[in-house]
């Protein structure tokens, strides 16, 4: 959970001092996710594990939020392309030679065939990474595209943050459509770890995080309330 915080103090201006003031920053979070599936079975208490700690990416994308929306574009680019794209192109140059030999035994002499360069470029089109053993990073494309489409998730907020009702039904609506896209085993949203399948979701935590953060006295005064009944 710790590179997730890393990530959004490097590229967001200012997120370092604000992140202390997030209500739901969970400090102590480890990752400690473990596979769920030992030996060709289904181990409970790993896939436990799983199920309390796949949020950690929803928790980095609400914290985004939470400090995303006063900022400039332009250094936001900058600082991201920085941070995320230069680190990312040269980690991925690296995987793409050396990964599968590494980890699979490949010969170096498969990744010269043209081949495997045309199905990198078809994997990227997808907005997808393409570099095998490294699909965790799936987060940071989609923290990519967030950013290119910063001027619009801006004009959105905004929108918002004008009329507190706007503010009420868009929380409770998205709510709502998060339970049934839940409920329909995700056909309804068919979110993905990819492209436009990831990006919307995404940007939905990303907006609750904004919110929660502008109302954040309100939360902190009304479960002060609630303990003191």
Known sequence: MQYLRVIAERTIPNASERLHNFPLFPRSLVNLQKGAVNEHSWDTF??????????GVAIFFMITGAFLFNNDYCRL?????????IPLIIFSIIGFYCFDWLFDKQPLSLHIAASKYIDTFRTLLSWQNPISHSVHLWYLYVYILVILIYPLLKAFVDYLDADTN????FLIGTFIFLIMNDISSNSLGTFSHHSINA???????IIWGHILYKYQKILQTSEYSQGKM
């Open 166 to 169: 706007r503010t009420k039904i």
């Open 199 to 205: 990006l919307v979701p995404a940007s939905i935590e």
């Open 46 to 55: 790993r896939l436990f594990l799983n199920c309390l700690l796949a949020d």
């Open 77 to 85: 680019l900058k600082k991201t392309l920085k941070h995320i794209i």
